[in-house]
């Protein structure tokens, strides 16, 4: 069965960081690609990085900015985004999802496991 199981969420002040972990299980790997996507009240789901299993990264929005870095452990099924200089608008509900098309693509629609989700908050 696979599962993912997002950690790592809190409440920060504009400009501070966090690092947000997804643990996935079940699965090979290899045979996956892991996204980040956020969710803020009231609005559709938008991803936010991705990294596939050979390491290649996909940063969509304004994570792309250089704020976020998506990175993962292979021999410990984790993939983490740190996220600094965190602005009010990155507030939300952060998902980890896999696909098992192994290329990463910012479509929610692609993912079919996801995790719990992890509640991100930044005051302003």
């Known amino acids: 069965e696979v599962q993912l199981q997002a950690s790592g969420g809190g409440l920060v002040q504009a400009g501070g960081s966090l690092r947000l972990s997804c643990g996935a299980s079940?699965?090979?790997?290899?045979?996956?690609?892991i996204a980040w996507f956020r969710q803020a009240p009231g609005k559709d789901r938008k991803g936010v990085a991705c990294i596939t299993s050979g390491g290649g990264r996909a940063l969509w929005g304004d994570s792309g900015e250089g704020r976020f870095v998506i990175s993962s452990d292979n021999a410990k099924n984790t993939v983490s985004l740190q996220m600094t200089s965190l602005r009010s608008e990155d507030t939300g509900v952060y998902y980890c999802?896999?696909?098992?098309?192994?290329?990463?693509?910012?479509?929610?629609?692609?993912?079919?496991?996801w995790g719990q989700g992890t509640q991100v908050t930044v005051s302003s």
């Open positions: 999802a896999a696909t098992d098309s192994r290329l990463c693509h910012p479509d929610h629609s692609r993912y079919g496991y």
């Open positions: 079940g699965f090979t790997r290899a045979d996956y690609a």
